[in-house]
């Protein structure tokens, strides 16, 4: 992968001498890109201090819709204020698919200086802040699946790019839209050359945008891809995971195509996970959490090769999983993938290379001492992977700081999530349940994250669940229309 670039606001001018305008996004809390093109002139002169940004982006929904409570950041109010957005210099990219436009992100700052409570970038950052004062960091991975659906060309469309999705669901019920591929053709070697120039062009456009693939192949599923992000600090791989749908969106309208990172597309399927792999290292790179001399009096064998700070970490996660469920499963449809019998987790659970479980160990004896990591298999792709990992830290963290232990059993080889023999509580079955649960006086997440945040997010989760109570389905039409 290349190395991240260090760029002086006085090495800009050298950088952009051949460009006349520059692409800056921010992320708001659906984990949406939020941007313009700037001008160079006007580029050059706000890189250091930043610049007025409409705070609305955090006062409305992912369809700009405002919010039916008022939050404290952006409202009537206020103005809907702007805010002050700070291009991240170190974020300097290029767009390979609009001509080598130069982009940078940006992280949106009060009018006092500090960070916006529901920043993702900015509360990803402050959580890992928490860590450096201690002389620590964090490492990450992510892994996202996802379908892909192509709208059939019609006669008088030559450009595939032009096809429709919102349009051709206007005339066509869900179900009828075809995906990218048929049958379940999970890391087939001869199912991506049917696209292959989509296939490679992702893989090729991530490596020239500085979202290195470290392996990318069909998943189960029809028309579902999945990637595996390159390793590394673990804000630069939020970052990441977030342009990586970027890249996906931005390729695929050439070919017609339309990924979908529901949680839950497609009904009697598995549902797109996003996975999130955690470890934390020394000021020189040291993995922490792998135990040099195997602990023969452990606990639980699983955790033999795992040090006390990655056992104090884990007990943290499994501690405050439950009252941070929002942030791993933000969506309505997010609880419709988190079911039994469908390879996604149901409970509070972990175990050693446990692919069922909440929380995945990967440590000694099956991996290198240097690997020795939690997979977190709870976020589905549907989730802001900035909070999925702010999360993730802040709780492992916690949990390291008090000292916590592991207070139930990892899940044997032969045992399921949510089985007789599982005794951890069971997960939030709803946004609803999740979300009243994340905002209780008394929740975790208060705790590391601050009543801010936990208002703001919760009230956007809330408008959610509102317009899902308002929302006549299809499955409601087909079963009462000629019943009842």
Partial sequence: MALTPH???????????????????????????????????????????????????????????????????????????????VPDLNSFRRLPWEDDVPFFL????????????????????????????????????????????????SPSTADPSSSSVASYLDSNPPNALPPLTEGMF??????????????????????????????????????????????????????????FKYVVKSVASGYGITPCFMAKPKHGLPGSSGHTHVSVVDKDGKNLFFRAEKDDNAKYPDIAHLSDLGRHFLAGILDGLPDVMPMLAPTINSYKRLVENFWAPVTVSWGLEHRAASVRLIAPPTSKPGATRFEVRV???????????????????????KKLEITIPPLGKDQDTGSS????????RSLREATNRFMSKDSIAREVFGDDFVDHYGGTRENEIRLWDEAVTDWELKRYIETV
């Fill in 379 to 401: 976020p589905g792709a549907d989730a802001n992977p900035h909070f999925v990992m702010a999360a993730i830290l802040a709780l492992g963290w916690r949990g390291v700081e």
């Fill in 106 to 153: 940006v992280s949106f700052f009060d009018d006092d200086g500090k960070p916006i409570c529901a920043d993702p970038r900015g509360l990803l950052g402050t959580t890992v802040e928490k860590l450096r004062r201690e002389g620590y960091d964090a490492m990450a991975g992510a892994e996202l699946e996802f379908f892909q659906f192509k709208v059939p060309s």
């Fill in 186 to 243: 999970g890391y087939s070697v001869t199912r991506p050359t049917l696209n292959k120039s989509y296939y490679h062009e992702v893989y090729d456009a991530c490596a020239k945008f500085r979202c290195d693939l470290e392996g990318w192949h069909t998943e189960s599923g029809p028309g579902v891809y999945e990637a595996a992000l390159e390793f590394g600090q673990i804000s630069e791989m939020a970052d990441r995971a977030s342009l």
């Fill in 7 to 85: 760029i002086t606001v006085e090495a800009l001018p050298d950088i952009l001498k051949n460009d006349t305008k520059v692409k800056l996004a921010g992320i708001d809390v659906d984990g949406m890109l939020r941007g313009k093109i700037v001008s160079k002139k006007k580029f050059l002169s706000v890189a250091k201090e930043g610049f007025g940004f409409c705070s609305v982006i955090f006062g409305w929904d992912m369809h700009d819709r405002l919010y039916d409570q008022e939050l404290k950041i952006s409202n009537k109010q206020n103005g809907y204020r702007d805010l002050i957005a």
């Fill in 421 to 428: 023999s599982d005794q951890g509580a069971r997960l939030a």
